[in-house]
Each structure stands twice: as C-alpha cells, then as structure tokens.
C-alpha cells in the first residue's frame, strides 16, 4: 500500500466511536508501569507500530506482558539490562521518555529507530540528562540515535527549559524520579501535561505551580495502572477538519481525552469559525467525553500561543487555513521543523502544489484562503502529513504516496475515512 487516490467526498452524518487511542497516553502506560508495585491493568491501549514498539522494548526490560486482546497486564520487578537493541521504531517521544527512564536504571542499553527517527535531534534530552550524572552518548555527540545509556546516579536538578516540550519535561521527570533529592522543572509555556497527572494518579509526588513542576524522588514503587486509554485528539481531529470543510457535514467524536492541554487545535478551528461542542463524560486520570464539529464558513486566524499544545495538529489545520476566507499565520513553530519531517516545509510544499498561496518563515508561515486542487503529495514518511492530505483529497481529490507510516499512529484510519469518501490503494 504504497500509495492512495481519494475521491472528493459528498456531505455527511457521523458518529465515530473507533477513533485511535491515544498514542501519547499509551507509550507512558507501558513505561509507567515499569515503576509501579503489582500489575497495571491498561484497556484500549493503541496497537500501532510505535507504540508497540514501546511495548516491546518494557518486555526486553523485564517486564511480563500480558494481553488477552482487551486487556494489557504489565507486572515489573524492575528494570533488567537487555541483550537487545531497543528500538523505538519512528517514535521521537519513545525514544526521549526511555532516556529519561533508563538513565538512573542500572545496566547499559542501546535506543535506535527507523531511517527517520535516526535523524531526529534528540541533544535536547541527552544534554540535560547528562547534566546531572547520565553517562549517555550517542552520534554527532549524543544528538543522533542509536544512542547508548548506562545507568548510573543522578543529582537533584532546577531544570530551565527554553521550549515548551512535553518529551523534555517528560524525560526530566521520569530522572527526577530517582534522582538524589527534590527537582524542579520550568518551562516558557505549558506543554501537555499527561506525565504529571497519570505519575500523579499513580501515587508521585509532583505538584505544578504555573510553569514550575516540583518532583520528589520516590520512596517507594508507585501504584499499579487502571486505565482506559482514551481516544486521540490530534488523531480525531482529521475528521473535525474533514467536517469543516466539507459543506453540510456533521461529525460527532467519541470517547476523546478533553485534556485542555490536547485540544487546543479545536479551539483553533473553533476560532475559525467551526460549530464545535464538548461533552464530558468521566474524569479520572484525564477528562475524557465527545466532541461534535459541523461545517460552518472558515474565517482566517493567527496562531502564535500555547503551540506546544497543538504542534501535532499543524499540519491537519493548515489544510483548514487552505479553505478560509483570508490569510492564516503560524508563528513560534519553529519545533515543527524537527517532528518527523520538516513539517514546515513538507505542509508549504504541499499547499503550493494544490495551488494555494503560502509564505515560509523560520518559525512558521502563512497561508492563503483559496481554492484546493488536486496533486499529488509526498509524504516523507510523515503520518502526519499523509493523513493531512488524504483528507484535503475530500475537499479537492488527492493522490498520497509513501502511506505505510499512517500505521504508526492510526492503523484503523482508512477504515473510517472510507465511511466519508472512496479511496484507492495503487
């Protein structure tokens, strides 16, 4: 399934219960339960490539895994040295949360990925970690994978961090864990927040006070998982943005986390003009409910705060700001740069071969309202931006190649998107 046609779609009516579960959410129920005392009971866990891998890598660890196809059990006695090599697939927040939970571990261990993940930068874990006694190394000086880790004691840390990274701040606190007395973390901004409240939930110490996260070492092992995973919001939000631009249609997304720190592309689409509403249904670790989208005319906005909440979403909104009346603009994006592609220039690229008319900045870009074409697009292995455009192919026809990656993060995505519109697999 190299590549993929789709067919412009007609208005529709959904209701979507199979949305993906969360793929951040799922790779920390793996890791975390590494450090609880008994078995963590994980149901709707995300059975994607790279959060299989994460999976994979907790058995390697030591970890019993248990999965009767509903429920995963996950029982540790710590963390044991592997004789593999422990690979995280195409996945950036793997890879960085493993740094930060094997570099008090005893052993040594090895982290590599696929061709993609091999070029991503990760100094931005591996240099604070080693600041405070992690022996880490890896290529062009410990920022390219595979990177090596051999466990060893870490000092307590007041961490000043200069983005706003949930993979940071998650990596930090996983080592502050164990480390040798309390830390702290700030931050420019509030990343995403599902690190504290599930460790939280587990029985850790962490409070936040606005952009400072206080962390206490442990003192014990922490309470065993009993979750369900929730659906992805950046994975629904394809649908929200098909809804939107399609005249006439109504889509309703079930079971969702409402975690205000992972819907901030609604609201950005809200902005824009879209008819959306929010049910909650349950709150425990994560305020979870329904979100409903109908179509409604798009109007132009500015995006330029709180990025780090909807960096994932970028590129499905962009394909928003493409059907807007007016100009669009990204500013302080200069992160999307390093995700799995330059998606800073995959999503110009992109737009300017459907025909749209698009600026590119360092940090961002600008994008105006007019009206999609068909083309073809490259997605450079990027889930992301395949899926962004399989979707505008609803709005203009599309063809997609190199959509294998699709499997790392929503492996049930054609599925659903069949029930909006026809597609062909070439």
């Known amino acids: 399934m190299r590549s993929v046609k789709v067919t412009i779609a007609s208005p529709f009516s959904l209701a979507i219960s199979e949305i993906a579960p969360d793929k951040s959410i799922s790779h920390r129920c793996a890791m975390f339960a590494m450090l609880a005392d008994g078995t963590s009971e994980i149901t709707n866990f995300l059975r994607a490539e790279d959060t299989l891998n994460s999976l994979n890598i907790v058995k390697n660890l030591g970890a019993m895994v248990v999965d009767d196809g509903e429920v995963i059990r996950i029982s540790s006695e710590g963390i044991k040295e592997s004789s593999e090599i422990l690979d995280c697939g195409n996945s950036g927040t793997g890879m960085r949360l493993f740094c930060g939970l094997l570099s008090s571990a ?27 006694g992690a022996k880490l190394d890896g290529r062009n000086d410990g920022d390219l994978a595979p990177l090596s ?9 007041n961490y000043e961090s200069k983005i706003a990274s949930a ?4 990596a930090m606190i996983l080592a502050a864990l164990r480390a040798d007395g309390e830390c702290s973390y700030s931050e420019p901004e509030l990343s995403r927040d599902h690190t504290e409240r599930m460790l939280k939930g587990m029985g850790a110490q962490i ?9 206490k070492p442990m003192k014990k092992l922490l309470s065993p998982l009993k ?3 929730p659906s992805d919001p950046s994975s629904a939000f394809f649908f929200a943005v098909a809804a939107a631009i399609t005249p006439g249609s109504d889509v309703v997304l079930e079971g969702v986390t409402l975690n205000p720190t ?3 592309a609604f609201k950005a689409l809200e902005r824009m003009g879209a008819d959306i ?6 709150n425990k670790y994560e305020p979870i409910g329904n979100i409903r989208v109908k179509h409604s005319p798009l109007k132009a906005i500015i995006v330029e705060d709180n990025i780090s909440w909807l960096i994932d979403e970028l590129p499905a909104l962009s394909i928003a700001f493409a059907c807007a009346d007016g100009v669009s603009v990204v500013k302080n994006a200069e992160e999307l740069r390093v995700k799995e592609s330059d998606r800073i220039s995959t999503v110009v690229n992109g737009l300017r071969a459907c ?3 698009v600026e590119e900045v360092h940090d961002g870009y600008s994008v105006k309202g007019g009206e999609l074409r068909a083309s073809t697009i490259d997605s450079h292995g990027d889930h992301r931006i395949a899926m962004s455009f399989i979707i505008a192919g609803a709005k203009c026809s599309m063809h997609v190649t190199d959509i294998e990656c699709i499997n790392t993060s929503f492996p049930n995505f054609f599925e659903i998107f069949q029930k909006i519109t026809k597609v062909e697999f070439l």
Not at 149 to 157: N, P, V, Y
Not at 167 to 170: C, G
């Open 106 to 132: 005893e052993g040594h261990f090895v982290l590599t990925g696929d061709e993609y993940l091999r070029r991503r930068p990760m100094k931005r874990v591996t240099a604070p970690l080693r600041d405070i």
């Open 149 to 157: 880790i051999r466990g060893a004691s870490l000092k307590a840390f």
């Open 167 to 170: 993979q940071v701040k998650s």
């Open 207 to 215: 409070e936040t006070d606005g952009l400072i996260t206080i962390i």
């Open 227 to 229: 979750i369900r995973v």
């Open 262 to 264: 992972r819907i901030e």
């Open 277 to 282: 509403s929010y049910e909650t249904t349950e």
């Open 355 to 357: 025909g749209i008319e």
